[in-house]
Each structure stands twice: as structure tokens, then as C-alpha cells.
């Protein structure tokens, strides 16, 4: 069982906005912004989308937002489009030097 | 160009050894940590550990501890992967990743993949 609480599925119609939580704990998430998010399409290896909570990499468009509040990382991906159906996960990386994934959520764009 | 090269799909017996491999290129190897993740048929992301590979100071999730082994060849910019006797269970895909290379407390590159099948 992840230490990582994901929804198992969201949805949206092409152009709305999605949001994906990422829940943890006050000792990890709530207490360091040490979250990252990664893309996955069917198939492929995972992508890195969000670090540090809310920083976005180059390349990655600026559609995709991270967020914290309280115990809560949230990825949100506005002006959805046909290409971001995909498998999203949550990351934290914990003082211990050890890494924990949420269990993933599926997004299907309808 | 960075990249992560992981070496091909496995198809091997339970009780079997088994060592992949994921070599670096375009990056200062030994300079930067590189993690391993399992992803089982149709599961989630799961970290394994992860390895520095200047002084091989590596850390494994517990859930890892003792069934596998994590190593480096800094000489020829690879980082492995190991198992002494394999099980059904151990069927997945495993990918390496560099960790926090440019981006902080992330895996930002990641390899290909190598599959791994175990069945008799």
C-alpha cells in the first residue's frame, strides 16, 4: 500500500481542466515541497511534468500545474488536450533518502 | 545528448541469476544519483533504491532490501541491477533514472525499460 493516496481514475472533456490529488501525511508532504509528478502514456517510460510541489521542467507546457496545501499535492492540467491521456504519479522524496510513488491515476480524456 | 541506455528483455527460470544493466552517456556519471523503479504488468511505479555511483553509497526500499542487488561500474558509466535467484513474482518492467541531475529531488532522465520475465 502506497504511502501515496492518487485517485485511481479522473476524467475530462478536451479543454477542461483536470485536477489530480496526491495525498500524504504532515511528517512528509505536508512538511517538506519535495513532491514531483510524472506522465506516463501507455507504453513508455515516465516522464518528469512537476518538481518541487509547483516548478515546471523545459519543455514541459505551461497547461500542467502543481500545487500544495496541507497534506495535499495536486497536479492540474488545464486546456486539456487528446494527448494528455496517460497514467499520472506523485513522488515524494523523503529525509530518509528514500523515494515513495502514489499508486497512479489513470486520466482518460473523453 | 543525456540519455540512459538499459540493457534488452530477459525471459528467464525461476531460481535463475540475472543482472541488467543501465549505462549513462552525455552527463557526469559518477555525479549524480541513479535510481531503479519496478513497474509489475499493468501496476504502478514502485522505487527499489538508488545508487551513487562515485562511492557506490546505495539505498534500498525496504520492500527491496535483500532480494536485490544495486551496483555501479563507474569506469564504463553503467549502474546494475541484480538478482541471485529469481522468482515469478519478480516479472516487470524496471526502469533506471538519473536523480536530481537538473531538476531537485526528482528523477528527471529516465532509460527505456528492460522487461524481465520469469516463468517456467
Known amino acids: 500500500q502506497s504511502a501515496l493516496t492518487q485517485p485511481p481514475s479522473v476524467s475530462g472533456s478536451p479543454g477542461q481542466s483536470v485536477t489530480i490529488s496526491c495525498t500524504g501525511t504532515s511528517s512528509d508532504v505536508g512538511s517538506y515541497n519535495r513532491v514531483s509528478w510524472y506522465q506516463q502514456p501507455p507504453g513508455t517510460a515516465p516522464k518528469l511534468m512537476i518538481y518541487e510541489v509547483s516548478n515546471r521542467p523545459s519543455g514541459v507546457p505551461d497547461r500542467f500545474s502543481g500545487s500544495k496545501s496541507g497534506n495535499t499535492a495536486s497536479l492540474t492540467i488545464s486546456g486539456l488536450q487528446a494527448e494528455d491521456e496517460a497514467d499520472y504519479y506523485c513522488s515524494l522524496y523523503r529525509s530518509s533518502s528514500t523515494v515513495v510513488f502514489g499508486g497512479g491515476t489513470k486520466l482518460t480524456v473523453l | 545528448e543525456v540519455q540512459l541506455v538499459q540493457s534488452g528483455a530477459e525471459v528467464k527460470k525461476p531460481g535463475e541469476s540475472l543482472k541488467i544493466s543501465c549505462k549513462g552517456s552525455g552527463y557526469s556519471f559518477t555525479t549524480y544519483w541513479i535510481g531503479w523503479v519496478r513497474q509489475m504488468p499493468g501496476k504502478g511505479l514502485e522505487w527499489m533504491g538508488i545508487?551513487?555511483?562515485?562511492?557506490?553509497?546505495?539505498r534500498y526500499s525496504p520492500s527491496f532490501q535483500g532480494q536485490v542487488t544495486i551496483s555501479a561500474a563507474k569506469s564504463i558509466s553503467t549502474a546494475y541491477l541484480q538478482w541471485s535467484s529469481l522468482k515469478a513474482s519478480d516479472t516487470a518492467m524496471y526502469y533506471c533514472?538519473?536523480?536530481?541531475?537538473?531538476?531537485?529531488?526528482?528523477?528527471?532522465?529516465w532509460g527505456q525499460g528492460t522487461m524481465v520475465t520469469v516463468s517456467s
Open positions: 533514472a538519473t536523480f536530481a541531475r537538473l531538476y531537485t529531488d526528482a528523477f528527471d532522465i
Open positions: 545508487i551513487y555511483p562515485g562511492d557506490s553509497d546505495t
